[in-house]
């Protein structure tokens, strides 16, 4: 709480006036009046386990990777148990992450542990960029260290998401990098996330791809394309197969035949579809059908 007169003193809620719980009278005669967390604690909590991105993404009232049953009852839908690749514009993503992880919080009480990371994060993890002895001793204090993928991405992580396209220059072993840390989930039997933006389509040219790291994320994902068209400017990344004239991400027009000047123009999102490794011809919210769940291909985390 700031100091008295200096104009920025913590508000307190008016629910639980800062304690955090809150109580609930009884609904019958027969009950005792219980105590039960105060929204403003639950909210705090949520922000430190998901993320400010996350805990302030704008809200939406329903998502096919969680659709939720009465109070008490399993969901009817809940693919934070299934290996997902995801398309779609991370802006958008990142608001039914927190629809589902609002739900997950719930059931677990707040405990339910969510790790968010970029392909550059796994590569630098990797070659030890965060690692204990790389890190002065003050900084060691100050921020987690991570001397493996298993550190970053281990067990311990209800849920892992892979947010591809980080990457700004070219490094041989990312592909491999990528296979090892879906690899490390898969060895711990827990659930991975991988998010392809259609700025930086997954497939040939993309600085995480490799063959051998397509089959593996064919066999073992289920694909669900949350994309939404928006006709606002874009400026891809030059991935393989956007049309794309003269400088990479502006397309361009011209008013005549003439040799003149060109001019910008805006084009709707849906001109710069690259073609992509996971191509499903699926409408938004739509997934592939399902592979054999035992063996190989299988989609669910058992």
């Known amino acids: 709480m700031g100091n008295a007169g200096d104009g920025h003193e913590e508000k307190i809620c008016p629910k639980c006036g800062g304690h955090g719980t809150v109580l609930v009278k009884a609904a019958t005669k ?12 639950f909210a ?3 922000k430190a386990r998901c993320g400010i991105e996350i805990a302030t993404a704008v809200p939406v009232t329903e998502s096919p990777l969680y659709v ?17 690749f995801l398309k779609g514009w991370w802006g958008d993503l990142v608001s039914h992450f927190r629809f589902v992880f609002i739900w997950k ?18 590569k630098n993890v990797w070659v030890g960029n965060e690692a204990y002895d790389k890190r002065s001793r003050k900084k060691r204090d100050e921020m987690a260290t991570f001397n493996s993928l298993s550190d970053l991405i281990g067990a311990d992580q209800h849920l892992v998401i892979i947010r591809l396209g980080s990457l ?30 259609p700025d930086s389509i997954y497939g040939p040219g993309h600085f995480s791809y490799s063959e051998d790291t397509a089959d593996y994320i064919h066999q073992r994902f289920e694909i669900m394309n949350l994309t939404r068209t928006r006709d606002t400017e874009i400026r891809p990344r030059g991935v393989e ?34 073609p992509s490794v996971f191509n499903d011809e699926a409408m938004p919210y739509s997934k592939q059908p399902k592979r054999n769940k035992r063996g190989n291909g299988g989609s669910d985390i058992v």
């Open 68 to 84: 939720p049953k009465a109070p008490g009852e399993p969901p009817l839908v809940d693919k934070t148990k299934t290996n997902m």
């Open 241 to 274: 197969g956007a049309e794309i004239d003269d400088e990479p991400g502006m397309a361009m027009d011209r008013e005549d035949d003439s040799d003149g000047p060109q001019r910008p123009v805006k084009m709707p999102r849906e001109r710069f579809s690259a």
């Open 44 to 46: 705090r909590t949520f």
């Open 105 to 122: 919080q719930v059931e677990y009480n707040l405990n339910y542990y969510i790790q968010i990371v970029t392909d550059e994060r796994l």
């Open 168 to 197: 700004t220059t070219h490094n041989r072993a990312m592909a491999g990098i990528l296979k090892e840390a879906l690899l490390i989930r898969q060895s711990s039997n827990m659930p991975t996330w991988v998010v392809e933006t």
């Open 30 to 41: 027969t009950e005792n009046e219980t105590w039960a967390r105060c929204s403003c604690s």
